[in-house]
DNA sequence: AACCAGGACGTGA
DNA sequence: TCACGTCATGGT
């Protein structure tokens, strides 16, 4: 079984530099708007837009594909409402249910973003306290820490689903967010902060695209570049 | 055509 | 704490 750099080394090794957090940027001719992986940048946005635009995004996506949650984004944005103030106008309300429709439970998304939209404004360019964000209604500890991390830069490991699938598969056992998290954060602890920010960023995003294309529901050990040293994997190749 | 997707919340044991 | 139902659209 590998450790957690070697895990982290291997991940890196097949699926390349991932880029998170994807942010929106103007196609050429101004014709759309599209959301963009920056591979190397692993500077959290400087601008406050920015930040919102990810918490937005973080919100769009819960249980969801990013491609539902990309289109709901976009449609924001060309409608000019991808800012704090038009997601909490109240008249505006059923646009904003009609145009983040791809990113499915548009109703309790719509009032997500309007909570999100206040606090934000409230924050007045401050970085938010991770209790702070749990207290929001609509914000857990995945959205939370992804907040954090890509739009604040804060060394947080992010534990979500895909993470806590691997990782159960890799050394067994039932992971809890805060457990794998807590796990991750003392094993990195020794790197300086920003550069366990950056581990932090491209990590979670592997791990995402591990989970999409090889660590499925129904995993693909047969061909999987971690067998061998993979619990489950031995398993797998025991049975068959 | 079921299944799953870059979760969170409310409820009841 | 933990298991379970709910929320909803869309791609495979």
Request: proline share 4%; charged share 25%.
């Amino acid at each position: 079984m590998p450790t957690v750099d070697e895990l982290y080394d291997a991940l890196f090794s097949f699926y390349g530099m991932q880029g998170w957090w994807p942010l929106l940027e103007q196609s050429a001719e101004g014709a759309g708007w599209d959301t963009v992986y920056r591979p190397g940048d692993y500077l959290a946005p400087s601008e406050e837009l920015q930040r919102f635009e990810i918490g937005v995004g973080a919100i769009l996506t819960q249980n969801t594909s990013w491609s539902g949650a990309r289109r709901a984004l976009t449609n924001l944005r060309r409608a000019g409402r991808l800012h704090p103030e038009a997601l909490m106008d109240s008249a505006a309300y059923d646009e904003v249910r009609l145009l983040i429709r791809s990113s499915g439970y548009f109703n309790q998304k719509q009032e997500r973003l309007g909570v999100w939209a206040s606090f934000f404004l409230q924050l007045e360019g401050k970085t938010p306290e991770r209790s702070e964000l749990l207290a929001i209604k609509g914000i857990g500890p995945e959205t939370a820490d992804s907040i954090l991390l890509y739009a604040y830069g804060r060394p947080l490991f992010v534990a979500d689903a895909y993470a806590r699938r691997i990782v159960g598969r890799l050394i067994g056992g039932s992971w809890s967010y805060q457990g794998l998290a807590d796990t991750m954060h003392e094993a990195f602890r020794s790197l300086e902060e920003e550069e366990r920010s950056r581990v932090f960023f491209e990590l979670h995003a592997l791990f995402v695209e591990h989970g999409k294309q090889l660590c499925r529901v129904q995993p693909l050990c047969g061909v999987c570049f971690l067998h061998g040293r993979c619990l489950f994997g031995r398993c797998i190749s025991i049975m068959d």
